[in-house]
């Protein structure tokens, strides 16, 4: 009975040991590479055969970055599913838990699957392990893995596998700040209320703020402006625009970008309003200026006719 207890015991730890896969390949080059990082693998480029969970872990010694990148794929077809043509990487997809995400592409090299590590960084070092379970998968697939510094070759069943990284929960970041579980993003605080609250200074080349209601209105028909006499009687008691917040109350509550950008192009609009009224009023004052003029010489040159009439009177006299 013993050794039968111990014939189940060897028969689950090979099983379990057939299912994990590590260290198939350690990768170190103490120089710079000159085409990047191919890993051939004896994993065949064959449909609905596989479905590996292969990570790479390691040392970017070139840029100081943890190596730590999870991949995995499934190969399905397109068409007649004994067609090899038809195969294709169905579903890839890596994650990375260090620093060092580079460019990874998935392809198939004389019916094998080759991943690609497009990187040329000095002094890089890893270690490649695999996990298989519950389809095809066959322990002899997970030997013989070599990793060379070699081109990839030209392959229409080339792919880039994507990033997907996913958090949950609070991510704290560094001096201060915080992406919490609700999407908000805080730079300089951990209490943000918004999508993104910065406790500091922020550059940018360009802010788009998107707002409804622009206020073209002020231009149609009907609209009326304040007069400046009522303008003026306002700001005298309350010492700013009409429908424009408060010293205090920007103090208190801050300014809503989107809404203080619309209230300025409403007063712009209007000012401009009232610049065209007076500039009406100022053509209408220079044309009867105008007008004065022209009757004021005509008096003049009347008076100057009838002085020299009377000299001429008094000189027959």
Known sequence: MKYLYLIIALFFINTVHAQNYPNLVNYNFNDTPTHGIKIITNLPFLTSS???????????FANSQVIDLTLAYYIYFSGAS???NNFYFHSAT???????????LLSNES????????DKSYYNRFTV???????????????????????LATSNKTIEIPYKNKFK????MPENGIWNAQGNVGIG?????EKL??????RAKEIKVETANWPDYVFADGYKVEKLEELERYIKANKHLPEMPSAKEVEANGVELGEMVKLQQKKIEELTLLLIEQNKQLQDLAEKNKELVVEKTKNLQQEERIAKLEAFMKIKK
């Open 50 to 60: 596989q479905m590996p969970t292969i990570s790479i872990k390691g040392y970017d």
């Open 82 to 84: 004994n067609d090899p």
């Open 94 to 104: 890596i994650a990375s838990s260090g620093s060092y995400t580079p460019r990874v």
């Open 111 to 118: 019916g094998r699957v080759v991943i690609f590590i497009d």
């Open 129 to 151: 392990s695999a996990y298989a379970q519950g389809i095809l998968e066959t322990s002899a697939w997970f030997q013989g893995w070599v990793a060379i510094d070699e081109a």
């Open 169 to 172: 929960g609070n991510v704290m």
């Open 189 to 193: 605080t951990t209490t943000p209320n």
């Open 197 to 202: 609250s910065v406790n500091g200074k922020i």
